[in-house]
């Protein structure tokens, strides 16, 4: 071989090598991207089922149980009292929007065919705690409303990104289209356990 053809060779060696780098990097890349995705889908879940979220969802709870044979309806009577259940029912709707925010965000950062695998695992784990909540979220507003000042409790904006959840896993088929957004149907046709 002459010096051309050794140089010819090494030309495409070092090419073969580059793409391959090239390759690999982007495999890293992918599997660093997917692996963070993960990660957000899993703190999103966290955000509903820890910290402040956990002691919400135990007062928003004695609202929704609080009126079935079986719980222990909380006392609303004294601003202080009334003021905790507020805050923790607005905590929790916040908590929502913050799921529901992230979930668009993933949703925007994956899959445009629809075959996305986070967004699969967090619907998932979400369809759940959203079915309970559309049926917590309307029986603790009445439980609100009857001790507020004004007899209603303005949450419209703030319920929105729950609602918006709500409406996204019905479409997939994950939670019970029985749910309607703003009331739960109660009696025989609400497929919450609080009904059954």
Known sequence: MDWN???AV????????A??????????????????RFETARSLLHELTAGESAVA?????RLHYGSSNSGTSPDLSTTAQADLYFAAYYMMLWSFERVEAGRTSLIAGGR?????????YLDERL??????YACAIPQARAR???AASEGRVKDRDS?????????ALQDRGMVDRTFLPDACPGGGVCPCECHQ
């Open 159 to 167: 319920a929105a990104g729950f609602l918006r959840l709500l409406s």
């Open 127 to 132: 369809a759940w705690h959203v079915a309970e």
């Open 19 to 36: 793409l391959a780098a090239v390759g690999i990097a982007l495999q890293a890349h992918r599997t660093e991207h997917r692996r963070s």
């Open 144 to 146: 609100l409303g009857a």
């Open 112 to 120: 445009a065919d629809g075959g996305d695998a986070v967004i699969q």
């Open 5 to 7: 053809q050794w140089s």
């Open 57 to 61: 969802r135990n007062y928003v709870a």
């Open 10 to 17: 090494a030309g495409l060696s070092s090419a073969a090598l």
